[in-house]
């Protein structure tokens, strides 16, 4: 939950400064699969069968979306910065230097561990589904 606040801090500080809003802006695409994300946990409380249409549904929308929304952009983003680091701009912004580049290394070292986390969750529920359908293959035959 603290990346959560310090997200929401330096969004403020860029918006409230208007430095880097590029930047800022560009961070908050992000949040469009937080949906899944949110409706995954949802499902898990309302026990949900994990190898049921919806929740298998929702799977692959949220790991494709984290993986658009947050894994694929990060070369693209740093290329954005790496543009513009070294120039009079940049380095005339003092502390707007670290609130651009030091959240977003935190940020992404994140979303790179959770989106591990839905891959490993992904291959078990494939596993998951094989297993009932060799299962219900055998019950036939």
């Given at each position: 939950?603290?990346?959560?606040?310090?997200?929401?801090?330096?969004?403020?500080?860029?918006?409230?400064?208007?430095?880097?809003?590029?930047?800022?802006?560009?961070?908050?695409l992000?949040?469009?699969?937080?949906?899944?994300?949110?409706?995954?946990?949802?499902?898990?409380?309302?026990?949900?069968?994990?190898?049921?249409?919806?929740?298998?549904?929702?799977?692959?929308?949220?790991?494709?979306?984290?993986?658009?929304?947050?894994?694929?952009?990060?070369?693209?983003?740093?290329?954005?910065?790496?543009?513009?680091?070294?120039?009079?701009?940049?380095?005339?912004?003092?502390?707007?230097q670290?609130?651009?580049?030091?959240?977003?290394?935190?940020?992404?070292?994140?979303?790179?561990?959770?989106?591990?986390?839905?891959?490993?969750?992904?291959?078990?529920?494939?596993?998951?589904?094989?297993?009932?359908?060799?299962?219900?293959?055998?019950?036939?035959?």
């Open positions: 939950m603290l990346h959560h606040l310090f997200s929401v801090i330096a969004y403020m500080y860029s918006m409230t400064y208007h430095v880097c809003e590029f930047f800022s802006n560009f961070r908050l992000a949040e469009f699969s937080t949906p899944f994300v949110n409706l995954r946990r949802i499902f898990e409380i309302m026990e949900f069968k994990k190898t049921g249409a919806a929740y298998v549904t929702n799977g692959w929308a949220m790991a494709l979306s984290f993986f658009l929304c947050r894994i694929a952009v990060i070369p693209y983003y740093y290329a954005k910065i790496y543009q513009i680091y070294g120039t009079p701009l940049f380095l005339s912004s003092g502390f707007t670290y609130v651009l580049i030091i959240p977003s290394i935190a940020l992404d070292l994140i979303n790179v561990f959770w989106f591990y986390k839905i891959v490993r969750g992904a291959l078990k529920v494939i596993s998951a589904q094989s297993k009932e359908k060799l299962q219900n293959d055998k019950k036939k035959a």
